[in-house]
């Protein structure tokens, strides 16, 4: 059984930080992308960041760029989310999200990050 467990996420005051995980098992496959999706309140699920396998292509959201730092660790099957400045705005249940080689994508449950202005 596919397991995604993330953690890291909690309250958090405008300026400050999070580093968010998520620790993938269960897979029979190697993953291929793995990254961070966000959904606010009221608005619809959007991408944050996703770094590929090779460490090559890493893409962000315009929101975030300068701020928010993804990485992985292949061995370990986990990805990172490193967030700097946090905004209100950046407020949302933060979603981990990874691909396998046969494109078959798998979610996390999801972590809150309420950022308090």
């Known amino acids: 059984q596919v397991q995604l467990v993330e953690s890291g996420g909690g309250l958090v005051q405008t300026g400050g930080s999070l580093r968010l995980s998520c620790a993938a098992s269960g897979l029979h496959f190697s993953i291929t992308t793995m990254g961070w999706y966000r959904q606010a309140p009221g608005k619809q699920r959007e991408l944050v960041a996703n770094?590929?396998?090779?460490?090559?292509?890493?893409n962000y959201a315009d929101s975030v760029k300068g701020r928010f730092t993804i990485s992985r660790d292949n061995a370990q099957n986990t990805v990172f989310l490193e967030m700097n400045s946090l905004k209100p705005a950046d407020t949302a249940v933060y979603y981990c999200?990874?691909?396998?080689?046969?494109?078959?994508?798998?979610w996390g449950r999801g972590t809150q990050v309420p950022v308090s202005s």
């Open positions: 999200h990874v691909e396998d080689i046969y494109t078959r994508r798998f």
């Open positions: 770094i590929s396998r090779d460490f090559a292509t890493t």
